[in-house]
């Protein structure tokens, strides 16, 4: 089976086209830091959907580490002030 018609499939029958993937390809590129840094303009699609996972980790691990300094915070801060930074955290 042609990697056409098993993409249809997957799709659940709307086709996507190979335009249409090389745009979002390109998209992601500009979104990523890593690439977009670079001076060569021809990545590969794997390339960027490799950086793009990578960079979705690293972005995972910041906001957990982030998370963790705010709950520090928050725990070494008076009861009052960690009241009015956790009202700011929620609007």
Known sequence: MSSRRSRSKQTGGSRITDDQINDLVTKLQQLLPEIRNRHSDKVSAAKVLQETCN??????????????????LLATTDTAQAAIIRSLLMQ
């Open 55 to 72: 960079y979705i980790r690293s972005l995972h691990r910041e906001v957990d580490d982030l998370s963790e300094r705010l709950s520090e």
